[in-house]
């Protein structure tokens, strides 16, 4: 069933969690679709898991495009968002826009996300007018990990909480259709949520939003850097790939691949013939 907007309204209304994973190319969005994630993010930590920068503000708007469009091509079911990178959208509304349409148009994205609090809610407001869905960000925001001194739980105290809080109102009623929750305390997650009309996605904020989101390569293990605290890893691929690649080098160097009856070609009297 293809997702939308108004599906994943339903979602929330019911009580079903909704599910989110990152992919950054064609096969990981195919494998997503196939076994029942709702959302796709093509995020920006691209940056980091794919493209080996050492923080997202590295990515540009042209990187973010060119997977989103690889993204999209294996996406069909999933409803996909794609991040908008660092730089991309804090001139104001007209250079939102402009980049937003361009993860559109050219990215294949569904609907643009965005980092940030009050200082958006005009950009926010602008994209929903014209009809580019919007997935506002709030707690943790990795794109000013530096300005945070790290990446640090947000909202602990009061008044942190009150900002957060403040700023999901805002954009809600500017037109965010939903809303990442990310590295907040349990509480704080539950209160966003039981205030906000539209579906939060949680990444460490408890488990009383509306859906949760974590990265592909977190969940699969493939990651070698820090593990947050909010991570669980569900699978081992980093095992499965240190064997397919260890046993394909040892089987080469011993020589017992190719062999001649499984992976070869034979010669035959009309010629060399693949296939037989
Ligand atoms: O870029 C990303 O992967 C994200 C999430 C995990 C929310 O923004
Ligand atoms: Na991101």
């Not at 409803?79 to 559109?104: C, E, H, Q």
């Not at 996300?113 to 014209?130: N, P, Q, Y």
């Amino acid at each position: 069933m293809t997702i939308t907007i108004q599906s994943l309204n339903k979602r929330r209304a019911a009580g079903t969690p909704v599910t989110m994973m990152t992919a950054y190319d064609f096969l990981t969005a195919r494998a997503c679709d196939t076994h029942g994630v709702d959302m796709i993010l093509c995020g920006d930590s691209l940056a980091q898991v794919c493209l080996g920068y050492d923080s997202t503000s590295r990515l540009t708007l042209d990187e973010m495009i060119h997977h989103c469009r690889a993204v999209a091509r294996g996406a069909s079911a999933p409803f996909l968002v794609g991040d908008l990178p660092f730089g991309s959208y804090f001139r104001g509304p007209n250079d939102t826009v402009a980049a937003a349409v361009r993860m559109l148009q050219e990215g294949h994205a569904e609907g643009v996300k965005m980092e940030g609090g009050i200082e958006l809610v005009d950009s926010v407001r602008a994209l929903t007018r014209i009809g580019i869905p919007v997935m506002a960000h709030v707690g943790l925001t990795p794109q000013r990990h530096t300005a945070l001194s790290g990446y640090r739980v947000q909202g602990r105290t009061a008044q942190g909480a009150r900002e957060i809080l403040h700023a999901a109102l805002a954009l809600e009623d500017a037109g965010a259709f939903s809303i990442v929750l990310e590295a907040i305390p349990h509480e704080l997650g539950a209160y966003i949520t039981s205030r906000l009309k539209i579906p939060t996605i949680g990444i460490g904020a408890g488990p009383w939003t509306s859906g949760q989101v974590l990265v592909y390569d977190d969940v699969m293990a493939t990651w070698l850097g820090h593990k947050a605290k909010f991570v669980r890893r569900f699978a081992d691929v980093r095992g499965e790939v240190q064997k397919g690649i260890t046993s394909f080098v040892d089987a080469v160097k011993d020589g017992s691949f190719p062999s001649m009856e499984e992976e070869s070609y034979v010669w035959v009297l009309s010629g060399c013939v693949a296939g037989s």
